[in-house]
């Protein structure tokens, strides 16, 4: 009986133990990094460089965000992008955004071609359209004018932005029309081509039965082609042209899932061809996390619409970081309150007691980066993933993450967006002042 009692107490013990979820926070204080205002396009750098010590030795840094529609998020993001630029010789911007797409942009933006128009025909219209992320199109723009542009590329193996629907399949013809004329006359370069005019017309249907697993593999024979070539620059981007063009096909058609690993593949290809430069990513917090498939959502809701897919899949950080160890830094984001939303406005609540955003807001600053290397947070809850709780330890999955206090959801630049979509029935005009 004395031998139950005792283990009934340190089994209460353990349990309160395990729920107290006590952070220290003076020690979360002392290594938060003030990242100041954010809005309006801020420049002010001060504490900016206490990053130094944190980026040492790091070459590529992988920007996350929760949704696709956080406006805060946004801006915090490209005020960190010109400091890593100005400050720390990071001169790559890769977006998640089709590789052909970004490189098509900055050929424009080289041969003066407006630089915003570009930027929207090339970058995934998610943010491209969006009023908070002309400041990046215009930094981009006073960049070309210096010795050391930011360049635009794309690691995304999704080709269905502006410039791969204008550009690709006539492009991609002229470029084998110098290696092999018959190609381009053959029946297989026909079917791949007018599948590829179905997807630009949203034919779904009769694509999937179009026998898309024939492209597939006549997209393996182009590349196995190009790799018998001396490798060039023109190679090399044709080749993972084609691998992200094979990608897509086969997970758009024939319910694969090999967009992250194509998408490491991209980027890991961008950092070899540019060994001595360093990378800034932009993109979705999913796709950068490392130990991916430890991460469980906290409701048994999101997981099972989800598929708990984090579970099944390894994510592109995973490949990167295994790829590049420490030479790769992971950068999450979460808030306190606010709004988000791409198309409509979702509202953030307030943290519940217990979860590590509530911990967060008890610090002096709005917008702070908190490195988590070392970091004990007490098996504490966070929210980086789609604003929702996730149950896995923040500090497993993501090198730092940045905290701002209010949210707000991107404001759609409809004047922008009706320039590149002018058939649009539902974006209205708005009148220019």
Not at 364 to 393: C, K, Q, V, W
Request: aromatic share 12%; charged share 25%.
């Amino acid at each position: 009986m004395k031998n139950r009692i005792c283990f009934l107490s340190l089994f209460i013990l353990f349990s309160l133990n395990g729920f107290c979820q006590v952070v220290n926070q003076a020690h979360l204080e002392k290594i938060a990094i003030d990242l100041g205002d954010v809005v309006q396009n801020n420049e002010n750098f001060t504490n900016f460089d206490e990053l130094k010590p944190l980026l040492q030795g790091v070459e590529i840094v992988m920007l996350g965000e929760q949704s696709h529609g956080e406006a805060t998020t946004y801006e915090t993001k490209i005020k960190l992008i010109k400091y890593l630029h100005q400050n720390l010789g990071f001169d790559i911007l890769a977006f998640e955004s089709g590789i052909f797409d970004c490189n098509k942009a900055w050929e424009k933006m080289q041969n003066g071609n407006d630089v915003r128009d570009a930027f929207g025909r090339g970058v995934l219209s998610t943010w491209s359209v969006e009023k908070e992320l002309k400041p990046l199109s215009d930094y981009i723009e006073k960049s070309l004018k210096t010795d050391s542009p930011l360049e635009l590329m794309g690691f995304d193996s999704q080709l269905f932005y502006k410039f791969s629907e204008e550009y690709l399949m006539d492009d991609l013809a002229k470029y084998l029309e110098k290696l092999s004329p018959e190609i381009v006359k053959s029946k297989k370069w026909q079917h791949l081509k007018n599948n590829y005019a179905l997807f630009v017309k949203r034919e779904f249907k009769q694509l999937k039965n179009n026998n898309p697993q024939q492209d597939t593999l006549f997209v393996n024979h182009l590349v196995n082609k190009l790799y018998q070539l001396e490798s060039t620059d023109d190679s090399r981007f044709w080749i993972q042209t084609l691998k992200s063009l094979k990608c897509f096909i086969s997970d758009l058609l024939l319910k694969t899932d090999f967009r992250d690993k194509q998408m490491a593949d991209n980027l890991i290809w961008i950092k070899e061809t540019n060994p001595n430069r360093k990378i800034i990513c932009w993109g979705a917090t999913s796709h950068f996390l490392y130990n991916s498939t430890k991460v469980r959502m906290s409701s048994p809701i999101v997981r099972l619409l989800g598929g708990n897919y984090y579970k099944k899949q390894a994510m592109m950080g995973d490949y990167i970081k295994k790829e590049y160890g420490e030479k790769v830094f992971a950068i999450g984001f979460t808030s306190y309150e606010g709004t988000y939303g791409a198309n409509r406005t979702h509202k953030i609540k307030a943290p519940k007691e217990g979860a590590f955003e509530y911990q967060l807001g008890k610090l002096n600053h709005d917008n702070f980066l908190i490195p988590l290397h070392g970091l004990d947070i007490g098996g504490m809850e966070s929210r980086p993933l789609a604003n929702r709780y996730m149950t896995t330890d923040i500090t497993k999955v993501m090198d730092a993450v940045i905290f701002n206090r209010y949210m707000r959801r991107p404001k759609l630049d409809n004047n922008f967006y009706l320039k590149l979509y002018p058939d649009n029935k539902y974006i209205k005009p708005v009148p220019v002042e």
